[in-house]
């Protein structure tokens, strides 16, 4: 009995014939058109028919998608299609047991495409709205520490995405700050996602907060939390190796003055010293605790308190000027 294919991978039918379209011994001919799995059109593809005892028989499809080899009757094959932006499709038919009069067997193969998605936009100065030069980078969910994709794009860019899941996309350029992004490609409903990234030029006096850096209760040890958002910082710092950034350490107003006072010094003292360790120029850093005098919110609420406790970095002067 034949196998039905799950999953519509092929479907087949079966007519009866008088001659196979090739000049061989076979008695059985397998005639098959090669589709893209998404669109349901012909497409271009290379076919590896394989039965026991016998050579491998490599075929070309036509402009049609059409291809035609003779098989030996009553027996086991093996058929691999590829074609270029679409994943192999491997699989096994039994042709035993077929009936005398079934000379012909039509096969219809569907590739799935490699590409699920396009992301595309356009990455601009938010000053001027002008194009700018930018890295790519891609990290997919199943590992964040490798990246997946790297690319320089001018003012626009174009990336095809090949698996399901969450994206983590990274856009930098000198003299900007880098933005993050997230994407999740669930299904492959939607072919292009559109997303433009408007980056925010270096200037003086810039402060920026350091999101998702943590350290241990009442002390300035890093927790290995931060490590990752640390790196993306002295990555920046490097790129833009030129200037010098304060890192400014705030705290709430809970406990002595200068208990606080010490400990955001302390805490980004800690910092400095990470992205010193990561490649950063000492002499492109300025280490300054403020303790809890420069509050950005309410010290009389939970929220308010840890609003308060946090870390920027400032851009302070240009060494070359």
């Known amino acids: 009995m034949i196998p039905f294919l799950l ?18 011994p076979s008695e059985l001919t397998l005639i098959g058109t090669v589709y893209d799995g998404d669109t349901r059109k012909p497409i271009t593809a290379s076919v590896v028919v394989e039965v026991k005892n016998f050579d491998p028989l490599s075929v070309e499809t036509d402009g049609t998608g059409r291809f035609a080899v003779g098989v030996p ?7 691999k299609a590829t074609a270029e932006g679409f994943e192999p499709l491997y699989h096994k038919y039994s042709f035993q047991g077929l009936k005398q009069l079934d000379s012909i067997m039509r096969l219809n193969l569907y590739l799935i495409p490699v590409e699920k998605v396009r992301l595309e936009g356009e990455m601009l100065s938010s000053k001027d709205n002008l194009p700018l030069t930018c890295q790519l980078k891609v990290h997919r969910n199943s590992d964040f520490s490798s990246q997946d994709s790297y690319q320089v794009c001018t003012g626009s860019y174009s ?42 030029p270096v200037e003086m006096g810039l402060t920026v907060q350091l999101k998702n850096v943590y350290f241990n209760f009442g002390k300035a040890t890093l927790a290995p939390e931060s490590y990752g958002e640390l790196d993306k910082v002295a990555e920046f710092f490097m790129q833009n190796h ?9 705290t709430d107003s809970e406990g002595p ?43 009389l609420t939970s929220l308010g308190k840890l609003n308060n406790r946090r870390v920027e970095f400032i851009v302070a002067s240009n060494m070359r000027q």
């Open 159 to 200: 990336k095809a995405l090949t698996e399901l899941g969450w994206y983590i996309l990274e856009v930098s350029s000198p003299g900007f700050l880098p933005v993050s992004d997230t994407v999740w490609v669930m299904n492959c409903n939607r072919r292009t996602i559109r997303k433009s990234y408007h980056l925010k």
């Open 73 to 79: 009757s009553h027996s086991l094959c093996s058929i």
């Open 7 to 24: 999953l519509c991978l092929a479907d087949f039918s079966f007519v009866s014939a008088q001659q196979n379209l090739f000049d061989t």
């Open 242 to 250: 030129s200037l010098q950034f304060e890192i400014a350490g705030h």
């Open 257 to 299: 003055d200068d208990y606080n006072l010490y400990l955001s010094q302390e805490r980004a003292q800690a910092i400095a010293d990470y992205l010193k360790s990561k490649g950063v120029d000492s002499s492109q850093l300025i280490v300054h605790g403020y303790g809890e005098s420069k509050p950005i919110d309410s010290n």
